[in-house]
T-cell receptor, first 110, second 112 residues
Framework: DTAVSQTPKYLVTQMGNDKSIKCEQNLGHDTMYWYKQDSKKFLKIMFSYNNKELIINETVPNRFSPKSPDKAHLNLHINSLELGDSAVYFC?????????FGPGTRLTVL | QKEVEQNSGPLSVPEGAIASLNCTYSDRVSQSFFWYRQYSGKSPELIMSIYSNGDKEDGRFTAQLNKASQYVSLLIRDSQPSDSATYLCAVNAGAGSYQLTFGKGTKLSVIP
């Protein structure tokens, strides 16, 4: 199946831990994104990479670090997790301006 | 600060009726406009894109764009209970911009 995939789907962890979320797309797109959707369902861009180059870096704590080993993968590493990091994190990729989303990772910080 | 405004709803319509969802945006240079549907617990799904003034139809969906009024809408004809979802309006900036700004979404309920 051609798609944007993310792992894990659910992530439950303690405050202060470090965790990573992985994203892969096999659509052949050049641009990938990380979004955060909070409890009020507001979807906010965090980062974007185009051909492994960071092009969007919104005001996000530097505990969040994206890494793109190649243009099909964009991972998100989060250090020193806080309660407020609990949210659903979506990866997306785009062809031209149309963005396609992965299934999301629900992160719960206890 | 680019803003995209939507009525959060919920918008309730009876089955078979036309559902009308509205969106306004603040950035006059925006050139690309999108509607996403998000079912509860699922990811946003692109259902319509529109780039020029006027109407664009795709099955039961019609997107309407008026750049002078900075307004974009989505009409859903013959609404079905399966259309019940949150609809997100998204706008990007000028040519070459990869960034989308999303509205907070309108929750639609289609009542059988």
């Amino acid at each position: 199946d051609t798609a944007v995939s993310q792992t894990p789907k659910y992530l439950v962890t303690q405050m202060g831990n470090d965790k990573s979320i992985k994203c892969e797309q096999n659509l052949g797109h050049d641009t990938m994104y990380w979004y955060k959707q909070d409890s009020k369902k507001f979807l906010k861009i965090m980062f974007s990479y185009n051909n492994k180059e960071l092009i969007i870096n919104e005001t996000v704590p530097n505990r969040f670090s994206p890494k793109s080993p190649d243009k099909a993968h964009l991972n998100l590493h989060i250090n020193s997790l806080e309660l407020g990091d609990s949210a659903v994190y979506f990866c997306a990729s785009s062809r031209a301006n149309e963005q396609f989303f992965g299934p999301g990772t629900r992160l719960t910080v206890l | 600060q680019k803003e995209v405004e939507q009525n959060s709803g919920p918008l309730s319509v009876p089955e078979g009726a036309i559902a009308s969802l509205n969106c306004t945006y603040s950035d006059r240079v925006s050139q690309s406009f999108f509607w996403y549907r998000q079912y509860s617990g699922k990811s946003p799904e692109l259902i319509m894109s529109i780039y020029s003034n006027g109407d664009k139809e795709d099955g039961r969906f019609t997107a309407q764009l008026n750049k002078a009024s900075q307004y974009v809408s989505l009409l859903i004809r013959d609404s079905q209970p399966s259309d019940s979802a949150t609809y997100l309006c998204a706008v990007n900036a000028g040519a070459g911009s990869y960034q989308l700004t999303f509205g907070k979404g309108t929750k639609l309920s289609v009542i059988p």
